[in-house]
């Protein structure tokens, strides 16, 4: 039977550590991490990750990515610290987003007035458009 590789430094160079909850652990001769065959938890795919880590960069908060992508607030931060995203500087606005159809969001760039005076960032979003819509220019 070949060992598991290491999830760290994906070493297949590992000896038998015990068995913790009925499964087996092992230690990695690379790197000293332990870790066990079947690791309990859930696989976020990359594609969440990578619209939640684009959501941060266009300044939406860790709770509206929350909500808009379904995972966790701690992991969206876990994300940011772990590919060393900085936070965007703070501005006197906030981007406003929508969650658009294909037909809803050609409708809204077909608009002229929609696109004046405003930054926009679309993204794919499963099978609808997330819309992140920003002011440009301040008058006052």
């Known amino acids: 039977m070949t060992k598991p590789a290491c999830p760290k430094c994906d070493s297949t160079e590992a000896t038998k550590s ?7 652990r092992y230690k990695c001769k690379n790197c000293g991490y332990h ?3 079947d690791k309990v938890g859930r696989e976020v795919s990359s594609y969440y990750v990578i619209k939640a880590l684009q959501l941060y960069v266009e300044g939406v908060s860790y709770r509206e990515i929350e909500r808009l992508l379904g995972v966790s607030h701690v992991s969206v931060m876990n994300w940011v610290k772990k590919y060393g995203l900085r936070a965007p500087r ?12 294909q037909k809803e969001l050609a409708d809204f760039i077909q608009n002229p007035q929609n696109l004046k005076g405003a930054g926009l960032m679309v993204t ?17």
């Open 90 to 101: 703070q501005t006197d606005y906030h981007p406003t987003y929508k969650i658009l159809t």
């Open 124 to 140: 794919e979003l499963g099978d609808k458009y997330m819309m992140i819509r920003w002011e440009r220019f301040k008058e006052g």
């Open 35 to 37: 870790y066990s065959v």
């Open 18 to 24: 015990g068995v913790v909850g009925g499964r087996q």
